[in-house]
């Protein structure tokens, strides 16, 4: 998967909260996700892949 399963995504620096949307419709919410794992993510050139095996992995998570 790379970028192109990426529909959207945005950050809340002051509550370290990262949203990000699929193009299939999934929604994704993580918490006190660091600023500079959000650039990480951002500079990735798999981002569904850095969501599904750094993100899941290492941050509180909700999908709705």
């Not at 998967?1 to 999934?26: R, W």
């Not at 650039?39 to 709705?64: C, P, R, V, W």
């Amino acid at each position: 998967m790379d970028k192109s399963d990426i529909k959207d995504a945005s950050y809340n620096a002051d509550k370290e909260i990262l949203n990000i949307e699929l193009n299939n419709g999934e929604k994704h919410q993580y918490h006190k996700v660091p600023a500079l794992v959000y650039q990480g993510f951002l500079n990735s050139a798999y981002q569904t892949d850095y969501m599904y095996k750094l993100l899941n992995e290492h941050y509180e998570h909700y999908k709705y």
